[in-house]
């Protein structure tokens, strides 16, 4: 049986996770809370404008070598509260799931991301 490129991504992100340290793994939840919260999937999303501000906020928040610093903590907790909720909210999309000949299938995907 085939899995999903859903099951797939999902597997591949376990195996990277184990790889690493747990300051990176706070760091990649504390980005991904910031993209959630600026309403993209990655910082190539965003005009100009509001890249610069998603990464003047990061450099704010966060310390390298240290994490996040102390007077950020409560937004950012904040932040990832919200972006779990809104991941909730979204019902994945998978190219199985999607109508239509392959090619349209993933031009609808990366509608939908």
């Known amino acids: 049986m085939m899995k999903?490129?859903?099951?797939?991504?999902?597997?591949v992100r376990e195996a990277e996770e184990k790889d690493l340290s747990p300051l990176q793994k706070s760091y990649r939840e504390y980005f991904q809370?910031?993209?959630?919260k600026f309403g993209v999937e990655s910082p190539a999303d965003l005009d100009d404008e509001k890249k610069k501000e998603f990464f003047n906020e990061i450099s704010a928040d966060w310390d390298a070598?240290?994490?996040?610093k102390p007077a950020a903590k409560?937004?950012?907790?904040?932040?990832?509260?919200?972006?779990k909720e809104k991941?909730?909210?979204?019902?994945?999309k998978d190219v199985a799931d999607?109508?239509?000949s392959p090619e349209d299938k993933m031009?609808?995907?990366?509608?939908?991301?």
């Open 87 to 92: 991941e909730k909210e979204e019902p994945s």
């Open 33 to 36: 809370a910031k993209l959630s």
């Open 107 to 113: 031009e609808d995907l990366t509608k939908t991301k």
């Open 4 to 11: 999903k490129f859903s099951e797939w991504i999902g597997s």
């Open 65 to 68: 070598g240290k994490g996040v």
């Open 98 to 100: 999607l109508e239509g």
């Open 74 to 83: 409560e937004e950012i907790e904040k932040e990832k509260e919200d972006a």
